[in-house]
């Protein structure tokens, strides 16, 4: 049994139409794949944009703290007007720590209870290892 040119057509148009149909799926569940991908990583930027916010927020605050202290060092000082470290408003978180990491918090503790950011409670721990280093 032969078949006929247009029998041939015929299949062979079938088996195009097969082949673009499966073609049609497959970009179809690519697309799907790609917005999900998109979409996470939207949220994964959008994550890193909130964390780097509060990291920046952090850093100018502990950067005006830190400006604030060391206009007060420079001032000069009398022998009746000493700086009270362990009382004075501006120095108390800093002193708190400090006496925190002496009873073995660590440093998100310590940065929870005194309210000072994760990086400045660390570099007060680093300073206190330091000098007990040098004793």
Do not use: W
């Amino acid at each position: 049994m032969l078949l006929t040119p247009l029998e041939i057509g015929l299949i062979a148009s079938l088996l195009i139409g097969v082949v673009a149909l499966v073609a049609l799926i497959v970009a179809f569940k690519s697309l799907r794949i790609a917005r999900a991908q998109q979409a996470h990583t939207e949220t994964l930027i959008q994550k890193m944009t909130r964390d780097l916010a509060m990291s920046a927020s952090g850093s100018v605050g502990m950067g005006q703290r830190l400006l604030a202290m060391e206009k007060r060092l420079q001032e000069p000082q009398t022998p009746d007007k000493k700086i009270d470290y362990y009382n004075d408003d501006d120095f108390q978180p800093y002193s708190q720590a400090a006496q925190l990491f002496k009873l073995g918090l660590d440093a998100e503790e310590v940065a929870r209870r005194c309210g000072l950011s994760r990086a400045e409670a660390s570099l007060i721990q680093m300073m206190q290892a330091n000098a007990n280093e040098l004793k």
